[in-house]
C-alpha cells in the first residue's frame, strides 16, 4: 500500500496503466516453474509460497505482523515475504520473470494491469475457489469484484479499494466567503467555487489536478465521462466511449478552471507538489482518495469531505482496486497462496489492512464490524467514501487500457497546459486510442 506522502512511493494502482504493454512480448512463452522449481512441499508436509508484496513502510509491517499471525494458525504453510520490488515497479519484475520461468506464487498487481497478465496462462484462475471461500464472493464490493474479473473468469484475489471524493479546506472557504459544497453539487458548481476561492494576492488556488500525463492525470475524469453517459469503451469494445459530447463537456471543465487560473496543475507524477499546496493551507479543494485523510489530520487542516460534483445531481464515483495475483506453480503451491490471500481478506484481518494502509473495507462484512465504525468515528469525512465504494466503478479489465489511458492523458493535459482545445485535444486521443484498440483485435 503506498499513498504519498504517508506510506512512501506513488498511490496504489489507481495511478498506473502504461507498464502493461511490455507484458504482451512474454504471452505464450513456454513456463517452467518459478524460481525454486519445486512442489513448494517439505518433507513433513509443509508447503512454503513465495509473496512479492509490492508494499512499502507501514503497510509492509502489518503485512508482517499478518503474516506471523497465519502462521501460528496453519502452521504447515510458510509466506516467504523475500523478493519482489515495491508496487510501482512490480509490472516489470512479473514480466521478467514470466519471461525466464520464474515467478511468485503471490504477487501485488495493480488493477490496471491485471488484465495484461492474465495474458500468461501461468496466472492462476479462482473462479470456483472464491466463490466458494470463506468469504462469500458476493459480500465484496462490486467494484472489487470487477477489478478481478477478466471475459467472466476470476483470476486474482482482490487487495485493496478506495474511492474519490473532494476534500474542502474550511479555513480558505472561510476566508473567501463561500460556502461549503453540499452533496448533490454540479460541475457547473465547482468550477464557480474554484473561481471564488482563488486569489491571486495569497497565492491560493481554488482546486488543483495532477499533470503529469499518466494515470493520475486520467482515471479523475471517468466519472464524469460516465455521468455524461459515456464510457472508456464502446458497446462491442472496438473503439473509446467517450469520443463525443462525454469526452468534450469533460474537457471543458478542464479548459474552464484553466480559464479562471483557478487550478494548479502539478507536473509531477503522484501529485505530491498538489497534496503540499493544499496542506499548505493555499488550495481549497482537492479530489483524492481515504489514503489522504491521516494525512490532512495530522497537519491539522480543518477539512470537510463531500462526494464528487457531478451533471445531474447524481454523483458518480470511481474506485482504484489492486489486486493479489497468484500464479500456478504446482497444486500444493497454488492451494497454499490462496488459502492466505483468502484469509487475508476475511473481514478480521481486511479491517487492520484497510485501517493501517489507508484504504477501504473490501467487503460488507468488513465494514460492519465495530472496530472499522469506530475507525470511521474517528477520522471525520471516511464516511463519505465508504459510501461511495458501494457503488463505484471500475475501469475496463483490458489489455487495451494502457494505450487509452496514455492517449486520454495526453489530451487532458494538453488542455490543462492550455496548448490545446476541448475539440482538437479530443480528435487526437480518439484516433490514436482508436488506433490502439483495432492494433489490438
Request: charged share 20%; net charge neutral.
Amino acid at each position: 500500500m503506498n499513498h504519498p506522502p504517508h506510506n512512501g512511493p506513488s498511490r496504489r494502482g489507481v495511478l498506473h496503466g502504461g507498464g502493461a504493454i511490455a507484458l504482451t512480448t512474454v504471452v505464450g512463452t513456454t513456463l517452467s516453474a518459478c524460481g525454486k522449481g519445486e512442489s513448494g512441499e517439505s518433507s513433513d508436509g509443509t508447503v512454503t509460497i513465495n509473496m512479492w508484496h509490492g508494499q512499502a513502510e507501514n503497510s509492509l509491517k502489518t503485512l508482517k505482523t499478518l503474516v506471523a499471525e497465519f502462521h501460528k494458525a496453519h502452521p504447515k504453510i510458510k509466506v516467504d515475504l523475500g523478493g519482489g520490488v515495491i508496487a510501482d515497479n512490480m509490472l516489470q519484475k512479473v514480466t521478467a520473470g514470466l519471461a525466464s520461468g520464474s515467478v511468485p506464487d503471490i504477487a501485488y498487481i495493480y488493477g490496471s494491469d491485471l488484465a495484461s497478465v492474465a495474458r500468461s496462462s501461468k496466472l492462476a484462475t479462482h473462479t470456483e475457489a472464491i466463490k466458494s471461500g470463506p468469504l462469500p464472493w458476493r459480500q465484496y464490493w462490486p467494484a472489487a469484484r470487477d477489478a478481478v474479473s477478466v471475459h467472466g473468469q476470476v483470476r486474482a484475489y482482490p487487495a485493496l479499494i478506495d474511492a474519490l471524493a473532494v476534500v474542502c479546506n474550511k479555513k480558505v472557504f472561510r476566508e473567501a466567503g463561500v460556502k461549503l459544497p453540499e452533496p448533490g453539487w454540479t460541475w457547473a458548481e465547482y468550477i464557480d467555487t474554484s473561481r471564488r476561492l482563488t486569489d491571486k494576492k495569497s497565492n491560493t488556488f481554488g482546486t488543483g489536478w495532477p499533470g503529469a500525463g499518466d494515470e493520475d492525470t486520467v482515471w479523475r475524469m471517468w466519472p464524469m465521462i460516465w455521468g455524461l453517459g459515456g464510457d472508456i469503451l464502446s458497446e462491442d469494445g472496438t473503439r473509446i466511449g467517450f469520443a463525443g459530447e462525454p469526452g468534450l463537456r469533460a474537457l471543458e471543465v478542464l479548459q474552464a478552471l484553466v480559464k479562471d487560473k483557478s487550478c494548479y496543475v502539478d507536473p509531477k507524477p503522484g501529485g505530491e507538489q498538489m497534496y503540499q499546496v493544499f496542506a499548505g493551507g493555499r488550495m481549497g479543494m482537492t479530489t483524492t482518495g481515504p489514503w489522504q485523510l491521516p494525512d490532512i489530520k495530522e497537519v491539522n487542516i480543518d477539512y470537510h469531505v463531500v462526494p464528487l460534483p457531478s451533471f445531474d445531481g447524481k454523483s458518480i464515483t470511481i474506485a482504484g482496486p489492486d489486486t493479489w495475483a497468484v500464479f500456478d506453480n504446482g497444486a500444493a503451491r497454488t492451494k497454499a497462496a490462496r488459502t492466505f490471500v483468502s484469509w487475508l481478506n476475511q473481514p478480521e484481518q481486511d479491517v487492520r489492512w484497510a485501517i493501517e494502509g489507508g484504504s477501504l473495507p473490501l467487503s460488507s462484512p468488513t465494514e460492519n464490524l465495530e472496530k472499522w465504525q469506530r475507525h470511521v468515528n474517528d477520522l471525520p469525512g471516511l464516511s463519505v467514501f465508504t459510501e461511495a465504494v458501494s457503488s463505484a466503478r471500475v475501469r475496463p479489465v483490458i489489455p487495451a487500457y494502457p494505450q487509452i489511458s496514455a492517449a486520454f492523458a495526453e489530451a487532458v493535459t494538453s488542455v490543462l497546459l492550455g496548448k490545446s482545445s476541448p475539440a482538437k485535444a479530443l480528435r487526437a486521443c480518439t484516433l490514436r486510442a482508436n488506433t490502439a484498440l483495432a492494433a489490438r483485435e
